[in-house]
Protein backbone atom coordinates (compact mmCIF):
# COMPACT_ATOMS: atom_id res chain seq x y z
CA UNK A 1 0.00 0.00 0.00
CA UNK A 2 1.18 3.19 -0.83
CA UNK A 3 2.58 5.18 2.19
CA UNK A 4 2.37 8.35 1.54
CA UNK A 5 -1.01 10.43 1.44
CA UNK A 6 -2.46 13.59 -0.40
CA UNK A 7 -4.54 15.44 0.11
CA UNK A 8 -7.44 13.38 -0.33
CA UNK A 9 -9.20 12.06 2.86
CA UNK A 10 -10.87 9.27 1.44
CA UNK A 11 -10.21 6.72 -1.40
CA UNK A 12 -12.79 5.06 -3.21
CA UNK A 13 -12.24 1.13 -4.22
CA UNK A 14 -14.86 0.22 -6.65
CA UNK A 15 -14.25 -3.37 -8.08
CA UNK A 16 -16.17 -4.00 -11.29
CA UNK A 17 -17.34 -7.19 -13.32
CA UNK A 18 -19.51 -6.51 -15.76
CA UNK A 19 -21.95 -4.32 -14.52
CA UNK A 20 -20.70 -0.69 -16.88
CA UNK A 21 -23.76 1.10 -16.03
CA UNK A 22 -23.81 0.32 -12.80
CA UNK A 23 -20.54 1.42 -12.42
CA UNK A 24 -20.98 4.80 -14.29
CA UNK A 25 -24.20 5.56 -12.34
CA UNK A 26 -21.90 4.72 -8.80
CA UNK A 27 -19.04 6.62 -10.00
CA UNK A 28 -21.58 9.72 -11.08
CA UNK A 29 -23.14 9.60 -7.25
CA UNK A 30 -20.23 9.81 -6.06
CA UNK A 31 -19.40 12.96 -8.04
CA UNK A 32 -22.69 14.43 -7.08
CA UNK A 33 -22.65 13.74 -3.46
CA UNK A 34 -19.16 14.04 -2.36
CA UNK A 35 -18.73 17.59 -0.47
CA UNK A 36 -14.84 17.10 -0.19
CA UNK A 37 -12.10 15.83 -2.50
CA UNK A 38 -11.64 12.15 -2.87
CA UNK A 39 -10.05 9.58 -5.13
CA UNK A 40 -11.74 7.03 -7.02
CA UNK A 41 -9.80 3.87 -8.01
CA UNK A 42 -11.58 1.19 -10.48
CA UNK A 43 -10.17 -1.78 -10.52
CA UNK A 44 -12.25 -3.64 -13.50
CA UNK A 45 -11.72 -8.15 -13.46
CA UNK A 46 -11.86 -8.44 -17.15
CA UNK A 47 -15.44 -7.54 -17.81
CA UNK A 48 -16.54 -7.89 -21.31
CA UNK A 49 -19.08 -5.09 -21.72
CA UNK A 50 -17.31 -2.49 -22.13
CA UNK A 51 -16.67 -1.27 -18.67
CA UNK A 52 -12.79 -0.52 -19.01
CA UNK A 53 -13.94 2.00 -22.51
CA UNK A 54 -16.59 3.32 -20.51
CA UNK A 55 -14.46 4.76 -17.28
CA UNK A 56 -11.37 5.38 -19.73
CA UNK A 57 -14.15 7.71 -22.43
CA UNK A 58 -16.06 9.24 -19.14
CA UNK A 59 -14.14 9.40 -16.09
CA UNK A 60 -10.84 9.88 -17.51
CA UNK A 61 -9.26 11.69 -13.91
CA UNK A 62 -10.37 8.06 -12.26
CA UNK A 63 -7.41 5.62 -11.50
CA UNK A 64 -8.38 2.51 -13.87
CA UNK A 65 -6.73 -0.46 -13.33
CA UNK A 66 -7.67 -3.29 -16.05
CA UNK A 67 -7.04 -7.10 -15.22
CA UNK A 68 -6.35 -9.01 -18.07
CA UNK A 69 -8.25 -11.97 -15.93
CA UNK A 70 -10.97 -12.40 -13.29
CA UNK A 71 -8.42 -12.59 -9.99
CA UNK A 72 -11.59 -12.36 -7.37
CA UNK A 73 -13.27 -9.87 -5.44
CA UNK A 74 -10.45 -9.85 -2.69
CA UNK A 75 -7.06 -9.62 -4.87
CA UNK A 76 -9.01 -7.23 -7.11
CA UNK A 77 -9.65 -4.92 -3.80
CA UNK A 78 -6.04 -5.67 -2.44
CA UNK A 79 -4.44 -3.34 -5.94
CA UNK A 80 -6.74 -0.93 -5.10
CA UNK A 81 -5.70 -0.14 -1.40
CA UNK A 82 -1.65 -0.65 -2.48
CA UNK A 83 -2.65 2.49 -4.87
CA UNK A 84 -4.59 4.17 -2.37
CA UNK A 85 -3.69 7.42 -0.87
CA UNK A 86 -6.39 8.68 1.20
CA UNK A 87 -6.45 8.53 5.07
CA UNK A 88 -9.87 6.25 4.90
CA UNK A 89 -10.40 3.84 2.39
CA UNK A 90 -13.53 2.88 1.35
CA UNK A 91 -14.13 -0.65 -0.25
CA UNK A 92 -17.48 -0.23 -2.64
CA UNK A 93 -19.68 -2.10 -4.46
CA UNK A 94 -20.22 -1.05 -7.82
CA UNK A 95 -23.67 -1.50 -7.52
CA UNK A 96 -24.54 1.05 -5.00
CA UNK A 97 -25.90 4.61 -4.88
CA UNK A 98 -23.84 7.03 -2.64
CA UNK A 99 -26.31 9.77 -0.97
CA UNK A 100 -25.63 13.16 -0.09
CA UNK A 101 -23.41 13.66 3.00
CA UNK A 102 -22.56 10.09 3.23
CA UNK A 103 -18.73 9.58 2.80
CA UNK A 104 -18.59 12.67 4.94
CA UNK A 105 -20.59 11.30 7.81
CA UNK A 106 -17.96 8.11 7.79
CA UNK A 107 -15.21 10.07 7.42
CA UNK A 108 -15.58 12.04 10.30
CA UNK A 109 -16.66 8.99 12.45
CA UNK A 110 -13.80 7.71 11.63
CA UNK A 111 -11.71 11.16 12.39
CA UNK A 112 -13.41 11.63 15.75
CA UNK A 113 -12.92 7.76 16.50
CA UNK A 114 -9.17 7.00 16.68
CA UNK A 115 -9.88 3.65 18.19
CA UNK A 116 -12.54 2.19 15.41
CA UNK A 117 -10.94 0.53 12.59
CA UNK A 118 -13.64 0.23 10.22
CA UNK A 119 -17.00 1.60 9.81
CA UNK A 120 -20.01 1.64 7.76
CA UNK A 121 -23.49 3.40 7.01
CA UNK A 122 -27.20 2.56 6.80
CA UNK A 123 -27.72 0.36 3.27
CA UNK A 124 -30.82 0.69 1.90
CA UNK A 125 -33.00 -1.37 -1.08
CA UNK A 126 -34.14 0.62 -4.00
CA UNK A 127 -37.09 0.90 -2.42
CA UNK A 128 -35.62 2.98 0.14
CA UNK A 129 -36.51 0.08 2.72
CA UNK A 130 -33.04 -0.96 4.94
CA UNK A 131 -30.71 -3.82 4.39
CA UNK A 132 -29.67 -6.03 6.97
CA UNK A 133 -26.00 -5.49 6.72
CA UNK A 134 -24.17 -5.96 10.36
CA UNK A 135 -24.70 -8.82 12.17
CA UNK A 136 -22.43 -10.78 14.90
CA UNK A 137 -19.93 -12.84 14.18
CA UNK A 138 -20.35 -15.31 11.64
CA UNK A 139 -21.40 -18.46 14.05
CA UNK A 140 -23.25 -21.83 13.21
CA UNK A 141 -26.45 -20.42 14.68
CA UNK A 142 -26.43 -16.91 12.11
CA UNK A 143 -25.62 -19.29 9.25
CA UNK A 144 -28.57 -21.74 10.54
CA UNK A 145 -31.16 -18.86 10.65
CA UNK A 146 -30.47 -17.57 7.24
CA UNK A 147 -30.13 -21.03 5.45
CA UNK A 148 -32.87 -22.41 6.71
CA UNK A 149 -35.00 -19.07 5.73
CA UNK A 150 -36.10 -17.92 8.82
CA UNK A 151 -34.08 -14.62 8.11
CA UNK A 152 -37.00 -14.25 5.23
CA UNK A 153 -39.83 -14.42 7.44
CA UNK A 154 -39.18 -10.60 8.05
CA UNK A 155 -39.83 -9.43 4.75
CA UNK A 156 -40.49 -5.36 5.70
CA UNK A 157 -39.12 -2.65 7.89
CA UNK A 158 -42.27 -2.42 9.76
CA UNK A 159 -42.14 -6.23 11.17
CA UNK A 160 -38.37 -5.80 11.79
CA UNK A 161 -38.54 -2.92 13.83
CA UNK A 162 -41.71 -4.43 15.94
CA UNK A 163 -39.87 -7.26 16.61
CA UNK A 164 -36.93 -5.64 17.59
CA UNK A 165 -38.37 -3.43 20.04
CA UNK A 166 -40.84 -5.55 21.91
CA UNK A 167 -39.28 -8.79 21.29
CA UNK A 168 -35.62 -8.60 21.06
CA UNK A 169 -35.23 -10.17 24.73
CA UNK A 170 -36.97 -13.32 23.26
CA UNK A 171 -35.33 -13.69 19.74
CA UNK A 172 -31.58 -14.31 21.30
CA UNK A 173 -28.51 -12.33 20.15
CA UNK A 174 -28.01 -14.11 16.95
CA UNK A 175 -31.65 -12.94 15.03
CA UNK A 176 -31.38 -9.42 17.08
CA UNK A 177 -27.87 -8.78 15.53
CA UNK A 178 -30.05 -9.00 12.46
CA UNK A 179 -32.49 -6.96 13.18
CA UNK A 180 -30.20 -4.29 14.51
CA UNK A 181 -30.34 -1.99 11.41
CA UNK A 182 -33.88 -1.42 11.45
CA UNK A 183 -34.16 -0.28 14.60
CA UNK A 184 -30.79 1.93 15.50
CA UNK A 185 -30.78 5.67 15.51
CA UNK A 186 -27.05 6.50 16.67
CA UNK A 187 -24.01 4.78 15.87
CA UNK A 188 -23.45 1.20 17.43
CA UNK A 189 -20.61 -0.73 17.78
CA UNK A 190 -20.78 -3.92 15.82
CA UNK A 191 -19.14 -7.58 15.27
CA UNK A 192 -19.37 -7.64 11.46
CA UNK A 193 -19.78 -5.29 8.54
CA UNK A 194 -21.28 -5.85 4.69
CA UNK A 195 -18.38 -5.38 2.37
CA UNK A 196 -20.96 -3.83 -0.08
CA UNK A 197 -19.60 -0.59 1.90
CA UNK A 198 -16.91 -0.82 3.88
CA UNK A 199 -14.69 2.10 5.14
CA UNK A 200 -11.34 1.22 6.75
CA UNK A 201 -8.72 3.31 9.07
CA UNK A 202 -4.95 3.37 6.60
CA UNK A 203 -3.68 2.67 10.04
CA UNK A 204 -5.75 -0.56 10.78
CA UNK A 205 -4.94 -1.58 7.40
CA UNK A 206 -1.29 -1.45 7.58
CA UNK A 207 -1.24 -3.71 11.31
CA UNK A 208 -3.42 -6.04 10.18
CA UNK A 209 -2.43 -6.47 6.57
CA UNK A 210 -4.47 -6.84 3.07
CA UNK A 211 -7.53 -9.07 1.97
CA UNK A 212 -7.16 -12.76 2.10
CA UNK A 213 -6.72 -13.87 -1.11
CA UNK A 214 -7.54 -17.31 -0.46
CA UNK A 215 -11.33 -15.57 -0.52
CA UNK A 216 -12.22 -15.46 -4.52
CA UNK A 217 -15.15 -14.15 -3.53
CA UNK A 218 -17.74 -13.66 -0.73
CA UNK A 219 -16.52 -13.69 3.37
CA UNK A 220 -13.47 -12.08 2.76
CA UNK A 221 -15.18 -8.74 4.21
CA UNK A 222 -16.23 -11.32 7.49
CA UNK A 223 -12.53 -12.69 7.71
CA UNK A 224 -11.39 -9.29 7.75
CA UNK A 225 -13.85 -8.26 10.73
CA UNK A 226 -12.66 -10.95 12.16
CA UNK A 227 -8.93 -9.70 11.54
CA UNK A 228 -9.53 -5.82 12.65
CA UNK A 229 -11.22 -6.43 16.44
CA UNK A 230 -8.45 -9.46 16.77
CA UNK A 231 -5.94 -6.85 16.13
CA UNK A 232 -8.02 -4.43 19.07
CA UNK A 233 -9.61 -2.40 16.67
CA UNK A 234 -13.86 -1.53 16.76
CA UNK A 235 -16.41 -1.59 14.31
CA UNK A 236 -18.93 0.47 13.97
CA UNK A 237 -22.73 0.84 12.02
CA UNK A 238 -23.35 4.55 11.65
CA UNK A 239 -27.18 4.85 10.37
CA UNK A 240 -27.24 8.80 9.84
CA UNK A 241 -25.44 8.12 6.70
CA UNK A 242 -27.02 6.28 3.89
CA UNK A 243 -26.07 4.17 0.27
CA UNK A 244 -28.50 2.78 -1.80
CA UNK A 245 -26.95 -0.69 -2.38
CA UNK A 246 -28.84 -3.15 -5.52
CA UNK A 247 -28.32 -6.28 -3.68
CA UNK A 248 -26.19 -8.96 -5.93
CA UNK A 249 -25.98 -7.26 -9.43
CA UNK A 250 -22.34 -6.14 -8.59
CA UNK A 251 -21.19 -9.47 -9.76
CA UNK A 252 -22.44 -8.87 -13.06
CA UNK A 253 -25.31 -10.74 -12.59
CA UNK A 254 -23.83 -13.86 -11.75
CA UNK A 255 -24.52 -13.95 -8.13
CA UNK A 256 -26.83 -16.55 -7.45
CA UNK A 257 -29.00 -17.78 -4.21
CA UNK A 258 -26.85 -20.97 -4.77
CA UNK A 259 -23.15 -19.97 -5.70
CA UNK A 260 -20.57 -22.55 -5.82
CA UNK A 261 -18.22 -19.73 -4.84
CA UNK A 262 -20.31 -18.85 -1.57
CA UNK A 263 -19.93 -21.95 -0.19
CA UNK A 264 -16.68 -22.60 -0.75
CA UNK A 265 -15.50 -19.55 0.54
CA UNK A 266 -18.06 -20.34 3.49
CA UNK A 267 -16.35 -23.71 4.37
CA UNK A 268 -12.75 -22.18 4.02
CA UNK A 269 -13.72 -19.55 6.27
CA UNK A 270 -14.75 -22.10 8.70
CA UNK A 271 -11.71 -24.22 8.50
CA UNK A 272 -10.40 -20.86 9.18
CA UNK A 273 -11.67 -20.15 12.46
CA UNK A 274 -13.41 -23.30 13.57
CA UNK A 275 -12.80 -27.14 14.39
CA UNK A 276 -13.18 -29.61 12.34
CA UNK A 277 -16.56 -31.20 14.33
CA UNK A 278 -17.72 -27.44 13.01
CA UNK A 279 -17.02 -27.81 9.80
CA UNK A 280 -18.23 -31.27 9.32
CA UNK A 281 -21.37 -29.99 11.01
CA UNK A 282 -21.83 -26.83 8.72
CA UNK A 283 -20.81 -29.12 5.64
CA UNK A 284 -23.87 -31.62 6.64
CA UNK A 285 -26.30 -28.76 7.21
CA UNK A 286 -25.64 -27.00 3.82
CA UNK A 287 -25.99 -31.08 2.10
CA UNK A 288 -29.35 -31.16 4.09
CA UNK A 289 -31.02 -27.73 2.88
CA UNK A 290 -29.26 -27.99 -0.85
CA UNK A 291 -31.26 -31.48 -1.26
CA UNK A 292 -34.79 -29.99 -0.18
CA UNK A 293 -33.72 -27.19 -2.28
CA UNK A 294 -33.40 -29.12 -5.21
CA UNK A 295 -35.86 -31.59 -4.64
CA UNK A 296 -38.46 -28.61 -4.86
CA UNK A 297 -36.98 -27.45 -7.79
CA UNK A 298 -36.63 -30.24 -9.38
CA UNK A 299 -40.68 -29.97 -8.96
CA UNK A 300 -41.45 -26.83 -9.98
CA UNK A 301 -39.08 -27.73 -12.89
CA UNK A 302 -41.47 -29.95 -14.26
CA UNK A 303 -44.35 -28.13 -13.74
CA UNK A 304 -42.75 -24.82 -15.19
CA UNK A 305 -41.10 -23.76 -18.46
CA UNK A 306 -39.14 -20.85 -16.02
CA UNK A 307 -35.44 -21.12 -16.97
CA UNK A 308 -34.70 -19.88 -13.35
CA UNK A 309 -35.90 -22.94 -11.44
CA UNK A 310 -33.71 -25.29 -13.98
CA UNK A 311 -30.72 -22.69 -13.35
CA UNK A 312 -31.59 -23.26 -9.91
CA UNK A 313 -31.74 -26.62 -9.97
CA UNK A 314 -28.37 -26.79 -11.65
CA UNK A 315 -26.57 -24.62 -9.42
CA UNK A 316 -27.88 -27.08 -6.48
CA UNK A 317 -26.59 -29.91 -8.45
CA UNK A 318 -23.10 -28.25 -7.82
CA UNK A 319 -23.27 -27.51 -4.32
CA UNK A 320 -24.45 -31.03 -3.50
CA UNK A 321 -21.50 -32.06 -5.22
CA UNK A 322 -19.50 -30.09 -3.51
CA UNK A 323 -20.53 -30.64 -0.07
CA UNK A 324 -19.81 -34.41 -0.82
CA UNK A 325 -16.42 -34.58 -2.78
Not at 3 to 20: A, D, E, L, M
Amino acid sequence: MNGQTSQQKISIIIVNYCTRKLLADCVHSIQSNSDQQVEVIVVDNNSNDGSVEMIRAEFPHIELIANSENVGFAKANNQGIQKAKGRFILLLNSDTIVRPKALRVMGEFLETHPETGAVTCRLLNADGSAQASISKRPSPMLLLFRISGLSRLFRTDRTRRFLRKYCGFLLGSTVRSYLDPYTANGPLEVENISGACLMLRREAIEQVGLLDESFFMYFEDMDYCMRLQDAGWKLYYVPTAEIVHLVGQSSGGRMRNYSLHSYRSLFLFYRKYYSSITVMFIRSLVLIASLIQWMWMVVRTAFSNQGIYRQNRDDLAQVIRFCVS
